[in-house]
């Protein structure tokens, strides 16, 4: 196999283990991330020390700048909920549309499956 072909197929075959991680094994989305960038790094042939180097600056560096918005948008649900704008909310949208149809929609959101 050609050198420069190798990143490439290392990248494949960690997103292809990631996809049946998840969906196959029902592995935790988080540590079937976790599996696949280990086994991606292995597989580019870093060091092991390295891996686990780059692995925790690249989860700091995420977490850093998303887990402000995170902090955030639950303390803001936290309101929400505390100051009845929760239930308001709910009860605004149901009476837009038929609780029939609201009732469908919460359940397949719930589902995971989107709002459309």
Known sequence: MPPELRPILAAVLSVVALIVLVTRLRVH???GL????????????????????????????VMGSVGIIIGLRTMLGGVLVLSGGADR??????SICCARFSTRLVRRKSAGGSWK
Not at 89 to 94: H, V
């Open 89 to 94: 909310l709910a009860t605004s949208l149901t």
């Open 29 to 31: 989305p988080f540590l």
């Open 34 to 61: 976790l599996v696949a960038s280990l086994m991606l790094g292995f597989l580019a042939g870093l060091v092991p020390a390295d891996i686990i180097k780059n692995f925790g600056k690249g989860f700091g560096d």
